[in-house]
């Protein structure tokens, strides 16, 4: 779970040919093709920040680097440690312990790296240790906050019994007083060096949670639940310097006059807002991703006196920040992150601050106001605590696990960064890789792999080096729809790191051909809306002047749709006789622009003509009256030249069902009339008879069944009896229609 500062959301840069910025420009301006040289291009925090970082530093810049070596000293046994220091002679010692058991230790490590259990406590929990000027060895453990001193030996006694639940800090003074920050009344304590003691302030805060002592002298104190940051005078005097938007000051610093504060939590607060002025923060590393997880360590109910700190035993929502406070008061928030805890503050060799954070183990380096570094990543959860070493080494304690590390002062040898899985979403060829690195003596190696599994295992192909290049490098990797890199940075032979600020991956997708799916031959004696404009025609009763067909592979209602508009995918055709339209369906996997060649061929036929060629929809309408009636089908060819080079332009075919042309009348035979009895047979030599009627001395149309009462073939007989009159002489005409709207009439006259 490595979740970097400034980790936002991934950024996959997919252009043609990107050369240079006005050549990107230049080919963006012409038409987009389907199947292009796409680019993956990683450079900034956010992208890097997505793979798996080994003895490698990101900054929030986007630039990669080689961490400082990172070493484990000691394995405490224990989960927590929760403190580290180190006296004049190199030794180290660090405490900590779980919130189970009788007895908690203190360890002593030496400059060889020989370690030894230097004292065993009564207690849960070593929280803080400090060394006064004698260099001997103070101890505060939990339940019961009582302070242990301990000699060269190893022997303890107890030096003084605060009375309180928690202490959170201890300081001593140039006169070898003893200052201990408690909780849960935030009182702040003075011991003599002969261990006596007394009250030398009160917060009025819950918890002093945090405390050095600078300089002049004074205290710097932070605080919980109101997160204030105060400065006592050694007369005991007390100023609040600052306010954080936070719950809990977790821990403050000193540096050169300066002082630094992290801050945690959710704090509610029922005050006004402070009303010092801070500047409107700079663009800092937040951190987003998966909520922090608090320590999951339950004491009994008898073991609630050592309970963890409130950062860790309460919920930590709302991340953490980082201020640079002048002796003034002028805060300046330098860091944040929506996620991280920050337990404690270091220096490195050069000044710059470093937090120790959970839950994922970070160390961040702070540069500037707006730039800052994940410098490296502890295997356990939570780096605790930091001391400072000889020669620029920093010492840091961790948590769940307890080990002790040292860090630097020189660059890890070499360092890797496993990328992201890159999904090209088809299959790909893999072009040129192009690094943008400093090496300062150092290297830089990167390797690739592929495969078709979303996750790279043992069915991925195997590492292979690219032969990095200033024109670039080519990625042998096979072909395939998913890629990965990993980038090697090499230590110079005088501890110089190389620096990476962005690597740029070249794909082509294979240009496979488009499909056509499927086609469909609509009603005859319609045509698409729009277009030319036919002149006005006159439909048979009942055939709508419009028809509104649903999408493609639907059933459209029998209804007249003559109001209702075209949704869902669907056309609107306009009636015109002696028309029919088809349509089709198609897709390039490419995403390629594609136009469309439609051909006929009549039954028994061997030859295909052309209907219409380079068709940019997916329809066309065609007059049927230039085609002798009968049975024929269509061809459609999906073709993807307009996005490719008409060497690597593909197609592909479908031939739909048949149908049928029909633009011939039905006949009317057999027609005999008896008195006032009219029988003739209908007959249609290609489609069903539709319907019939008739019409008594040029009166209104009337239905006229057939004999069998179903309109059902193409062949119908039919009888109508005309109603008696008395006029000499009656007229009645009769109408055909077939299913093409074909229509025949013929007239009787009775007598």
Not at 213 to 222: E, P, W
Not at 362 to 377: G, Q, V
Not at 417 to 431: H, I, K, Q, R, Y
Request: charged share 20%.
């Amino acid at each position: 779970m490595t979740t970097l500062s400034g980790l936002v959301a991934q950024t996959l840069v997919c252009v043609s040919r990107r050369l240079r910025p006005v050549l990107l420009i230049c080919l963006l301006a012409f038409a987009c093709f389907g199947v292009e040289t796409r680019v993956w291009q990683h450079s900034d925090q956010a992208d890097f920040g997505r793979g798996t970082a080994e003895h490698i530093t990101l900054s929030s810049d986007g630039r990669l680097t080689l961490a400082p070596s990172f070493r484990e000293l000691f394995d405490g046994g224990v989960p927590y440690l929760w403190s580290v220091v180190r006296d004049s002679k190199g030794t180290v010692y660090c405490a900590g312990g779980a919130p189970t058991g009788a007895t908690t230790k203190v360890f002593a490590i030496s400059p060889s790296g020989k370690s030894k259990t230097l004292a065993e406590l009564t207690g849960l929990e070593v929280h803080v240790l400090a060394l006064d000027s004698k260099e001997r060895l103070y101890a505060a453990v939990l339940p019961d906050a009582k302070i242990y001193r301990i000699d060269a030996s190893g022997k303890s006694e107890m030096f003084f019994d605060t009375k309180q639940k928690y202490v959170w800090a201890m300081a001593f003074d140039k006169e070898g007083n003893l200052f201990v920050a408690t909780g849960d009344s935030g009182i702040i304590y003075k011991v003599s060096p002969a261990g006596k003691g007394e009250v030398f302030y009160r917060t009025e805060e819950s918890h002093a949670r945090s405390m050095i002592i600078d300089a002049s002298g004074n205290l710097i104190v932070g605080t919980e639940p109101s997160g204030l940051v105060l400065r006592i005078t050694p007369k005991g005097e007390g100023f609040v310097l600052f306010q954080t938007p936070k719950r809990e000051v977790t821990s403050v610093a000193e540096r050169d006059g300066v002082y630094y504060a992290a801050s945690v939590g959710q704090r509610v607060s029922t005050a006004p807002a402070p009303t010092q002025s801070i500047p409107p923060p700079q663009p800092a590393p937040a951190v987003t991703g998966m909520p922090p997880h608090s320590i999951s360590v339950t004491p009994s109910p008898a073991q609630t006196p050592a309970a963890l700190p409130p950062s860790l035993a309460a919920s930590s929502g709302g991340g953490s920040e980082f201020y640079r406070i002048e002796a003034n008061g002028y805060a300046q928030r330098l860091w944040v992150s929506g996620t991280e805890i920050v337990y404690a503050i270091g220096f490195d060799n050069q000044g710059r601050p470093l937090l120790a954070t959970g839950n994922k183990g970070i160390i961040y380096r702070i540069d500037s106001s707006n730039l800052s570094a994940e410098l490296l990543t502890a295997a356990p959860t939570q780096v605790t605590g930091f001391a400072s070493g000889a020669g620029g080494v920093m010492y840091a304690v961790t948590g769940n696990l307890g080990k002790l590390y040292a860090i630097g002062p020189d660059y890890a040898q070499s360092g890797t960064l496993e990328s992201e899985v890159l999904d090209a979403n088809g299959f790909n060829a893999w072009g040129k890789a192009h690094v943008k690195a400093e090496e300062r003596g150092g290297g830089v190696q990167l390797e690739t792999r592929s495969g078709n599994l979303a996750r790279p295992q043992k069915d991925w192909s195997e590492w292979k080096r690219v032969d990095l290049k200033p024109t670039g490098g080519q990625v042998d990797s096979p072909p395939a729809r998913f890629l990965q890199y990993r980038l090697t940075l090499n230590r110079g032979p005088h501890d110089e790191t190389p620096e990476v600020s962005s690597i740029e991956i070249a794909y082509q997708e294979k240009n496979v051909a488009p499909l056509v799916h499927a086609i469909e031959v609509e009603s005859p004696n319609y045509r698409a809306s729009g277009g030319l404009v036919l002149e006005r025609q006159t439909q048979p009763s009942g055939s709508p002047a419009t028809l509104v067909l649903p999408a493609l592979g639907q059933r459209r209602s029998q209804l007249p749709q003559s109001t209702i508009e075209g949704v869902g995918g669907g056309i609107t055709l306009q009636y015109a006789k002696g028309f029919m339209t088809a349509r089709w369906s198609a897709s390039d996997e490419n995403g390629d622009s594609l136009i469309y060649k439609v051909e006929i061929r009549g039954k028994g036929e061997r030859n295909w003509q052309l209907l219409r060629d380079k068709v940019s929809e997916r329809q066309i309408s065609w007059d049927t009256t230039a085609f002798p009636d009968g049975e024929y089908t269509l061809r459609v060819t999906a073709s993807d030249a307009p996005s490719n080079t008409a060497e690597d332009a593909l197609s592909s075919s479908l031939d739909g069902e048949p149908f049928v042309i029909d633009n011939t009348p039905p006949e009317i035979l057999n027609s005999k009339t008896s008195g006032n009895v009219i029988t003739f047979t209908a007959k249609d030599a290609l489609s069903w008879i539709d319907k019939a009627e008739y019409s008594i001395d040029g009166g209104e149309w009337k239905r006229l069944e057939p004999v069998n009462g179903v309109t059902d073939s193409q062949v119908l007989d039919y009888r109508l009896t005309v109603p008696a009159s008395s006029a000499a002489e009656r007229v009645v005409a009769v109408r055909v229609l077939d299913e093409a709207d074909n229509v025949v009439v013929v007239r009787y006259l009775l007598q």
